[in-house]
Structure formats: structure tokens, C-alpha cells
């Protein structure tokens, strides 16, 4: 029996695996079909990979051994997370009562290497990003625990593989309002935690407004591989959770459930293209404004579902 | 011998060496620091022996005791085994790292001072925690506060030492004067016995307004000496003074006891009322906030780390307040994790924040230099140190894989559970428990990339700044706190196992069977090695997949940092850790009023351009301070006689004969006055002896049948108790 699953398992990791620069491929396809133009090859961010995979890195003097380590211990924690995170079925591979927490630290695991690494090249830019990097992700926390501490008193769970799903389908209807409200904050917490605008512009080239960009400056090689790879992951696995919190699949869809989770997840990339392509970046300092509205939407879903619960 | 008299007998012995030896330094602190290392080994095999349920009974003991009141009863039961280990660890890795820390005092002298008060200290710290009496208590308790006084003052011709010293000892005397007394008053009157263990059944038959009156003495008292978030106020003035191992010392164990009086506390009441746990939830979560906001406001190291005390005895009294309220609601099984949660993270805390305030003490050592923003870059000239400042840093943040996050983790899974099972607004308190833990772990995150980063990454910022080697016996205290944050957090499920006896003082066991969720995660505490072996895994895949990239391409030179184009960047020109946290403080700045003098460029040729930052301590500036200011006014009032507290001598001065043309007997009050103001000793000795002889005049003619009261004893000894002291 656990052969079987864990045989049917296999395609959905490999899929996943594979999915997330796709995913980027799809933002990046809308927003140039938003400006006319045809934009780069489908297989092109799996190309930029690969290049970067074969090429040498170059080291600055300032470095140590953090800035070399940031990268992979970043990415090893977003793919610890992958375990837990329901991605395309809503299975997981290492759930466990509790695991929600889990994930979110490793999120913040991934994020103290990545600007340790930055302030490591010892250099301003990287400095300011980094600075902006842990003040938005700070003050995104409260609204992601928010938002779970919903889905959990709706499923009455603490494992994410369980939090989502029937479970939750079958809730839906009493608590629809409430997790309305956390879909929207998830999309703020979205946005910001893939460095997306209206929070922060990937295509900019002016350094002085980046952060996501400006903390990868100095990394180049197989190193950029792995943030390149990194935030198309973190993309893919928050996204996935915003869809498992949206639209809740109910177990009658048998096989039909990964299939059209995969395209629910192409959706909203191009939901994202569709953002970036219609809207300026926000200023820096109006960014907090921002994320403490994704907590006072979820404060909202939480009093909601606390009174539901307590009718 | 009993075993709990084995680290006193040692550490009275190591005092006594040192205080005679002091004629040799080195010999002198040698002997000390090893009885401190000994009797370190020594607790902690007193503490595992309640924990893994080898004697129970056994490891009690009671001595002769000289005093008309109380006994000298020791006792070693599972919440005492708890703070044994967490003294046992932190002593003896303070005593191996004091070894080279103190050699540079050697030719200063006094190190022998040093030593013996380390000793005391530590047999202070096992007195309180076992003692099972409350004059033996009271009594460590006290030694304790002057040892720890001593220590904080060690460098007394520091004038921020003294005023860190006083501090200290004035607010922990307040609370203790003010609050604990009374308490153990109170408790002693309501019991009949001095007794620790008679509390228990004596305190079932009381009142609950006894209980909450009782309860919150205790609280005002016992947060004083942790650190509780108005009362905080000595932490940061304490701590960066003291020397390292003090610190250490303070910030990892003594203020520990104060939880461990408040758990002390617990065990004696029957489930308090919710609206106690709500306000313990609230000290919890103002405490936890504020600390680490206040932390990232700081620019020197130790201060910043003493702030981070404050954040984490937040986190601690969290998940005391949850287990409170779910023990209050019949919710045992969430009770248990709470507590869990908050025993394990004392643990926890105690081992990376004395790293990290060793490791701080090493940078201090090895530079001469505690102002975050004049270091840097010294991952480089000093690499053991950054790799365990490094450890302590992601554990205190409470990030996987070490030692942080488990007990965090299962201080969330009680808050969870808690909106679980609680309906309504009782849900609004762990659910805004929850959204506080979530914003201070990610103010922690914030506060430690800045520290360490600014300290350890980059440039060197003033290349004046010689960097010594570390001895290698600080080193080894260090790696000594290093591996069990590790190691707890790689096999949580055992060390949650140990936690259980403890908490079994306070909750009773689960009997009907309906463990639940929250039982489901304290066995599911094993699961977390599987995901750290995973993520282990995955670190091991990608770093031989790396290497292996980097081998196979082309090798590049190592160049400079990519300026944007600039192409002769300084090490001043560095983002420093005012501008890294000014993002957050100003976002945060309607609670935290922060000062920010700029002054910026001005002109085609700019001549000067400044910014400053400065954060007050809300507590110190606007409460206690005015607070004190009006005591020391009152105290002038008296003292002088006179409505403005200016003493009126200093007015006279060159006039004429100020008594002359006055009537005798104003003359004569005048000379009384003057004579009591003046403040000779002896007149003030007179001046009691009076009072005492009125007060009895006035007893004996009032109260002529007090003889024959039914029983006088238990009034009798809650008075003279208070004398005693």
C-alpha cells in the first residue's frame, strides 16, 4: 500500500520539483503579452538555469564562507518546507501535527541566510536591501499566522496536508466570508514574500529601489542558480497554499485534483503578470501601510471565525 | 552524603580558597572556578536524578538550622532538577570561559574576589532552587541578590557599573521588600508552617480572593528579578556593565529564578482564575514586543542582548499564562504543553543567551570595543567566534533546526489548541498571543541579521581596532553552551520527556484518557529530528551539487564588491545597524518615540552633516524615573524640614546670627531639629530607642490582655519573620 503511494507520489514531486520556473515563464509571457511584444522562449528560465549551473562564480574579496552558505542553506529550507506544503494533490510527504509553524520558520530560515549573505559583500546596496527584506517580512508574519490560525480553527488541525482539502471544502460554506479575507491577505503576504509589485519591481535597474534583486548583486554561477530557483519555489509553494485556501477541492475529484491544481497555479501566475503589468510599484515607505492591511484582513477572518465558532 | 549538599559543600569550599589565597591570584582563581566547574557537573546529575525517575524521595534533606524560625530543608524535586541542569550547564561553561577572561584582570587584581563571589553565587542559586523553606529561600534568595550586586559591580570605578549595580539591587529589593514578604507572610499566616510542602493543602481551603491577592504579590515580586516589561528596567543597565561571565551568569540563570518563584508559586495554588492567566498572557506578550523592539533600537552589543532577556522571559511567561488559563478551563493536556513549552525554552534560553553574551564578551575581549557600528568584519580575523555567535543567533530567533524552536514550537501548538477548545472571545487571547509570537520572532530575525551581520560580515569598519586571539578555554566554554542548543534541537522528543516531571508539580496527570491534539504534539516533538534529517539531507545534496558545479566550470579571480558602478567604496561606507533597523524602529516609532537628531548637508560644498538615533526605555524615562525623582524629593522633604527639600543651612550662610531675637523654646526645637537633620548617627539611634520605648508604653496601656490570645504562634512568626530579614 505504501509502495503504491509512494509510487504515485513520485510524478507529483518530480512535477513539482519542475514547476516553478514555469510558473515564471507564465509571469513572464502575460506581462509581455501585456506590452505587445512576444517575450522570451517558454523553456527560457530553465535555460538561464542550466547556463548558470556550468558558469564560474566570482567571489568578492569581503566575503567569507556565509555569503557561499546563504544561497543553499536558503534553498535547503525551502525544500524542507516543500515536504509539508501541499502543492498539486494536497498530500504531503512529511506532514505532521504541527507542521504549520515548521514552515513558517523555514521560510524565515531561507530569509536570515539570504541577508546574512547580502550584508556579507559588505556593500551599501545590498545592505539597503536587506534591511527592506527583513522589515516587509516582519511585518508580513502576523498576517500569515493569522491566516493559519483561521484555517486551523476551521479544520480544528494544526498539519498543513490537512488543514486544506475536504476538510476544509466541507467547511467552506459556514466560513466563507472569513477565509475570503485570508485569501486576500495571502495574496498581500504573496506578493511580498516573492518580491512581486506592487511591493517590489524584479525588471527594475535602478538598485536603489530593489529588494529582492539588489540582495543577489554579488552572487553569480550556480550560486544565482539557486536563488533564481529559490524564489520560484517560494512562489509556487505560497501560491499553492493561497489556492488550497481559495478553492478547496473536494475529494470526489479523484484523479481530476492534481490537473486542475496545476492549472489553477498557471492562473495565478498569470493573475500576478496581469498585476505587474497593470500597476506601478508602491513607494517603500507605504509598503508597511500595505502589509498592515494583510493583518487587519486577517485580524477581520480571525474575529469572524472566533464568533462563528463561539454561535 | 546527600547530593544536593555535594556543589554547596564545593562551592563554600572554593569560596573560602579564594578568599584566602588572595595573595596568589592565579592559584586562588584556579580553585574557584574549578569548584564552580565541579559542583556544575554535579547539579546536573542532581537535576536528572527527579527528571528520569530515579529517586523521587530520596533526595530530600534536612540540616540543623540556628535560627528560632523555619529549617534548613532541602529538596530536589522535578521542577528544582529542571533549574539545577540549566545552573549546572551555564556554571560550568562560565567557569571554564572566566579561566581566560579573568587572566587579563590577574595583574589588576581582585580576580580572587571574582572568584569567591562566582562561587557564592552559584550555591546561592541551588540554595533557592531547592530549598523547601521559606526562611532558607528568603535567605538565598537575598545572598543571592547581594552576590549577584557584587558581580555586577565588579569594575567599580566604572561609574555605569555602579549605577548598573544599584539599579539592580534596588529594583529586585523593591519587589522583594515590597511584594514577597507579605507573600510568604501571608502564606506562612495561612499555612501555620514555614514548610514548602504544606502550602499545597493549606491553600486549598482559602479564598480565591487569597489566592489571586497571593498570586499577584508573587507576580510583582518574582517579575522583578525576571525582568518582567515595566520592571525590566535594570536588565539593560545591569547587564553590559558586569563582566561577561557575570552577564552570563545573570541573564542565563538568576533571572531564571524568578520564573522559577513564579512556577514555585503554581504549584501551591489550585487553578487560579482566568482573568490571572490573561494578565500573565499580557505581562507575556507586552514583555516579548517591546524587548526585542527595544533591542533593535540598541547600538551596543551587551544592551541589545540584555533587551533580548526581556523578549524571552516574554516568550517563557507566554506559555506560563497559557498553561494558566487552559488549567483554569479543564484543557490539561494544553496545560501541559504550555508549561512544556515555557520549561523547555528556560532551558533553551539560558543556553543561547549565555553564548551569545559570551561570545559578545569575546568580541569585547579580543577588540576592546562594544559599540556595534565601529566593528566589523570579523567572521574573518575571528572564525570560531562567529560560527558559535552564529549558532546562539539562529537558535534565539527560534529557527529550525536548533534548539529555539522546539520550545517555541510547542509554546504555539498550546495557543493553537487553546482557540481550539476556548469558544469566543476566551479564543481572542491565544489567537493574539499567537500573532505577537509570530511579529517578535520576525523582530528577533530582524534584530540578529543585523548584529551579526554588522558585526561579523563585511569590512572592518575603523581599522583602529586591533583584534587579540581568544584564549581557547573561552573558546571551550563556549562550544560547551553550543552543542546542547544543537543537540535539543535535533532530539527534542527526550528533552520534552524530561520537561514532563516538572510540569507533573503544577498540572496533574491526564487520567481519562483525553489527550488530544495537544498530547499528539508533544510525542509529535520526535518528528522534528525527522524534518531536520530531512533538512539535513537536502543541505548535504546541494552543497556536494554545488561543489561540484563550482569545480567543473572554469576557476574566476576574486575581485572586488560590485559598487553599481562606484569604484572606490570605503568601509565606512557600509550599511550600518542604525541604518539596517531604522526602517523597522520608524515603523514602529508610535511605540517607541524615538530621537532622531539629522542634520543634513547643506550647499554646493557641505561642511558638517550629522545623524543620531537614540531610543529611551519608556519604562525607565516616564515611569520609574519620575516616580523616583518625587521619592528622593519626599526624601529631602524629610529630611531637611522644609517644604522644597533645600537644606535651609545652605541659605544662611554669611547672614547674621539666625537665632538671634527668637523665643528659648523655638530656639530649642530649632537646636532638636537641626541636630536630627544633621544626620550623626547617634542622635538617630536615640531617636529610635524613643520610638520603640513610646510604642511599647502605648502597647503595654492598651492592650493589657494579649497574654492570653488562643495562639499566637502563626501571627507571631509572620511578624517576626519580616524582622528577621
Known amino acids: ?311 | 552524603m546527600n547530593p544536593i549538599l555535594l556543589p554547596i559543600a564545593m562551592l563554600a569550599a572554593g569560596a573560602v580558597w579564594a578568599t584566602l589565597s588572595g595573595a596568589w591570584p592565579r592559584a586562588s582563581l584556579a580553585g574557584a572556578l574549578t569548584a564552580v566547574a565541579g559542583s556544575g557537573l554535579a547539579c546536573v546529575r542532581i537535576g536528572l536524578l527527579p527528571l528520569t525517575g530515579n529517586s523521587t524521595d530520596g533526595s530530600g534533606i534536612s540540616l540543623s538550622w540556628p535560627l528560632p524560625l523555619g529549617s534548613a530543608h532541602l529538596q530536589c524535586d522535578g521542577l528544582s532538577g529542571w533549574f539545577m541542569i540549566v545552573i549546572g550547564v551555564v556554571s560550568l561553561s562560565v567557569a571554564l570561559y572566566s579561566w581566560g577572561y579573568m587572566r587579563r584582570e590577574i595583574a589588576r587584581g581582585s580576580v580572587s574576589v571574582f572568584g569567591a563571589l562566582l562561587c557564592l553565587l552559584t550555591a546561592t542559586l541551588v540554595v533557592v532552587v531547592c530549598a523547601a523553606d521559606v526562611v532558607l529561600f528568603l535567605v538565598g534568595w537575598e545572598a543571592m541578590t547581594l552576590c549577584a550586586f557584587f558581580l555586577i559591580g565588579f569594575h567599580d570605578r566604572d561609574p555605569e557599573a555602579r549605577r548598573g549595580a544599584w539599579m539592580y539591587i534596588v529594583a529586585t529589593h523593591l519587589g522583594t521588600a515590597l511584594c514577597l514578604l507579605p507573600m510568604f507572610a501571608l502564606l506562612v499566616r495561612c499555612a501555620g508552617t514555614t514548610d514548602f510542602t504544606t502550602f499545597r493543602s493549606a491553600l486549598a481551603s482559602a479564598a480565591e480572593r487569597d489566592h489571586v491577592l497571593l498570586f499577584l504579590l508573587g507576580l510583582i515580586g518574582f517579575g522583578a528579578k525576571a525582568g518582567f516589561m515595566p520592571m525590566h528596567v535594570w536588565l539593560p543597565a545591569a547587564h553590559p556593565v558586569a563582566p561577561t561571565p557575570a552577564s552570563a551568569l545573570l541573564s542565563g540563570v538568576v533571572i531564571k529564578t524568578g520564573i522559577y518563584g513564579l512556577l514555585r508559586l503554581l504549584t501551591w495554588f489550585p487553578p487560579l482564575p482566568a482573568s490571572c492567566g490573561v494578565l500573565v498572557l499580557i505581562l507575556g506578550v507586552v514583555g516579548g514586543v517591546f524587548g526585542v523592539l527595544y533591542a533593535l533600537a540598541q547600538h551596543d552589543l551587551k544592551r541589545l542582548l540584555a533587551y533580548h532577556s526581556v523578549e524571552n522571559i516574554g516568550i517563557i511567561v507566554v506559555g506560563i499564562g497559557i498553561g494558566m488559563l487552559a488549567q483554569q478551563s479543564g484543557h490539561l493536556s494544553v496545560a501541559t504543553l504550555g508549561y512544556a513549552g515555557a520549561l523547555l525554552h528556560v532551558l533553551n534560553h539560558a543556553l543561547f543567551k549565555a553564548l551569545l553574551f559570551l561570545s559578545a564578551g569575546a568580541v569585547i575581549f579580543s577588540t576592546g570595543c562594544g559599540r556595534i557600528d565601529r566593528l566589523g568584519g570579523l567572521a574573518r580575523r575571528a572564525p570560531v567566534n562567529a560560527c558559535l555567535f552564529l549558532v546562539g543567533a539562529v537558535a534565539i530567533c527560534g529557527l529550525p533546526p536548533l534548539n529555539g524552536f522546539v520550545s517555541e514550537w510547542l509554546i504555539y501548538g498550546s495557543l493553537f489548541n487553546s482557540a481550539f477548545s476556548a469558544t469566543g472571545a476566551a479564543a481572542a487571547g491565544p489567537v493574539v498571543a499567537v500573532v505577537s509570537l509570530a511579529l517578535m520572532g520576525g523582530l528577533a530575525l530582524a534584530c540578529f541579521a543585523k548584529v551579526f551581520a554588522v558585526v561579523f560580515l563585511g569590512d572592518p569598519r575603523d581599522p583602529a581596532l586591533w583584534v587579540r586571539p581568544i584564549p581557547g578555554s573561552m573558546t571551550a566554554g563556549m562550544v560547551l553552551l553550543a552543542v546542547p542548543c544543537v543537540v535539543i534541537g535535533l532530539l527534542p522528543g527526550s528533552f520534552v520527556k524530561l520537561v514532563i516531571p516538572g510540569i507533573r508539580q503544577i498540572v496533574p496527570p491526564i487520567v481519562d484518557g483525553s489527550a488530544g491534539v495537544a498530547e499528539g504534539m508533544l510525542t509529535a516533538a520526535g518528528t522534528l529530528s525527522w524534518l531536520a534529517a530531512a533538512f539535513a539531507l537536502f543541505l548535504v545534496v546541494l552543497t556536494l551539487g554545488r561543489r561540484r558545479l563550482t569545480r567543473t566550470a572554469a576557476p574566476s579571480p576574486r575581485s572586488r564588491t560590485w559598487g553599481c558602478g562606484y569604484a572606490y567604496p570605503t568601509p565606512r561606507m557600509q550599511y550600518t545597524a542604525s541604518s539596517f533597523a531604522w526602517s523597522l524602529i520608524a515603523s514602529f516609532r508610535s511605540l517607541l518615540w524615538p530621537d532622531r537628531h539629522h542634520q543634513p548637508p547643506r550647499g554646493a560644498f557641505p561642511q558638517g552633516s550629522q545623524l543620531a538615533t537614540h531610543t529611551f526605555d519608556l519604562a525607565e524615562h516616564d515611569i520609574f524615573a519620575p516616580l523616583l525623582r518625587g521619592a528622593a524629593r519626599l526624601c529631602a522633604m524629610i529630611k531637611t524640614l522644609t517644604w522644597t527639600g533645600q537644606a535651609a543651612d545652605a541659605k544662611q550662610n554669611g547672614t547674621a546670627d539666625p537665632q538671634a531675637g527668637k523665643r528659648p523654646i523655638a530656639l530649642i526645637v530649632h537646636h532638636v531639629l537641626n541636630a536630627l537633620r544633621r544626620g550623626s548617627i547617634h542622635i538617630y539611634l536615640g531617636f529610635i530607642v524613643l520610638t520603640l520605648i513610646t510604642l511599647f508604653v502605648i502597647e503595654a496601656a492598651f492592650s493589657p490582655g494579649v497574654h492570653s490570645a488562643v495562639d499566637p504562634r502563626p501571627i507571631h512568626r509572620a511578624g517576626s519573620e519580616g524582622e528577621d530579614r
Open chain 1, 1 to 311: 500500500m505504501s509502495i503504491l503511494r509512494t509510487s504515485l507520489a513520485i510524478p507529483e514531486v518530480l512535477a513539482v520539483v519542475a514547476l516553478p520556473p514555469m510558473l515564471m515563464s507564465v509571469i513572464a509571457k502575460t506581462k509581455a503579452w501585456f506590452g505587445g511584444q512576444t517575450g522570451p522562449p517558454w523553456l527560457q528560465p530553465y535555460w538561464d538555469l542550466l547556463k548558470l549551473c556550468r558558469k564560474g562564480a566570482v567571489y568578492s574579496e569581503t566575503t567569507t564562507w556565509i555569503f557561499r552558505a546563504g544561497p543553499t542553506v536558503s534553498l535547503a529550507a525551502l525544500l524542507t518546507a516543500a515536504t509539508m506544503i501541499p502543492v498539486l494533490s494536497g498530500g504531503t510527504i512529511l506532514g505532521f501535527n504541527g507542521d504549520v509553524i515548521l514552515v513558517a520558520y523555514l521560510f524565515a530560515l531561507g530569509r536570515m541566510f539570504m541577508v546574512l549573505a547580502a550584508m556579507d559583500t559588505g556593500s551599501s546596496f545590498e545592505g539597503m536591501g536587506a534591511s527592506r527584506e527583513v522589515t516587509f517580512g516582519t511585518m508580513s508574519e502576523p498576517a500569515l499566522f493569522l491566516s493559519f490560525v483561521v484555517m486551523a480553527i476551521a479544520t480544528g488541525r494544526l498539519e498543513l496536508g490537512e488543514m486544506v482539502g475536504p476538510r476544509l471544502f466541507s467547511a467552506w460554506p459556514s466560513i466563507g466570508p472569513a477565509m475570503l479575507l485570508v485569501v486576500g491577505a495571502w495574496m498581500i503576504v504573496l506578493l511580498t514574500e516573492t518580491c512581486r509589485i506592487p511591493v517590489d519591481d524584479p525588471a527594475t535597474h535602478l538598485e536603489l529601489t530593489m529588494i529582492h534583486e539588489v540582495m543577489a548583486l554579488d552572487h553569480s554561477g550556480p550560486d544565482l542558480a539557486f536563488i533564481t530557483y529559490g524564489a520560484a519555489l517560494k512562489f509556487t509553494l505560497l501560491g499553492a497554499l493561497l489556492l488550497h485556501a481559495a478553492i478547496p477541492h473536494p475529494a470526489w475529484l479523484g484523479i481530476a485534483n492534481a490537473p486542475l491544481r496545476l492549472l489553477e497555479l498557471g492562473l495565478l501566475a498569470s493573475v500576478v503578470g496581469v498585476l505587474e503589468s497593470s500597476m506601478a510599484r508602491l513607494r517603500l515607505n507605504r509598503v508597511p501601510l500595505f502589509l498592515a492591511g494583510a493583518t487587519v484582513l486577517a485580524g477581520l477572518a480571525a474575529v469572524l471565525v472566533l464568533a462563528r465558532s463561539h454561535a
